[in-house]
């Protein structure tokens, strides 16, 4: 565990020499928590379907829907802000290799579906983040209020027992409310999460090669308009899914320029440049070739296009 924090701490450092990164930061202090272990003679072992051993501790139950095969390397243990204690149980094994199907499919990322494929689909975008808002709105307000009242305290307790002063651990009112607050939150961010487990699983068993635009993510989050929807659709974590899921079962992903996909008819090949600015406009004729195009299935189209000529 100690080893393993030492080394991320060196690893930090080397870093920062090497010009890669920022310097190192000092932790802030949150409530979620996390310590990595090493698999050393056998230390971790998952006796049974619902019985974890881990270093330093007794033997844990827990619950998981698939059971870990192959040698354990690491388990890191994460507690997460609501108090729910995750075990991550690390293995080596070998890629399976899905079936190879022979289809080739574009996609174009967006609001108002998360994913648009050349061939018509679409997966809707939920907004989980919406959903819960109103009780959001309701029970953020508290933790802060709570927490002044919980700091005045403390400040009395050090003038009138300063051996024994509380810490914000010790304030249920406070910690009820961080709570739920925590709850909410990591409600929304599971339901997101599994939706794009299984919606990228599903499209690497059914395309050979997936060709996606090369979004610059930081860049489209300044747009303070469009930060909250583009941050909740999660494009970066579906984007790097789908490429490690790629990876592991022989399937290829192809990055492309995103220029101009949405202005171009992918029938004919003719430019409109009228749409740059109309962001609103969802399905358009093309002026040249008059076929009735759907706007986000259309750039699906070039971005496949584009894949294809990256290929040949
Ligand atoms: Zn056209």
Redo the contacts with the bound molecule.
Sequence with gaps: MFSNTTRYFHDGFQRWFKRQNQIPQKKKRTWAQSATSNAVNGNIKVLDAHHLQAPRMEVVSFRAGRLPAGRIEQLPLHQNAVGQYYAFVLCECENQSLAQTGKRIGGDLGLKALLNLSDGQKEPLVRYNKQLSKQLRRWDKQPAWRRIGAEAETARDQHEHPGNVRTLADFKTYQCARGMVAKLKAHAANQRLDQLQKYTTRLVKTYDVIVLEDLNVKGLLKNHRLARAISNASWSKLVMMIQYKCAWYGKQLILVSPAYTSQI?A??G?KNDLLSQWLKVREWD?P??G?HLDRDTNAAQNILVKGNKQIA
Excluded: Y
């Design positions: 008819c029938c004919c003719a093309c040249s070739c076929v």
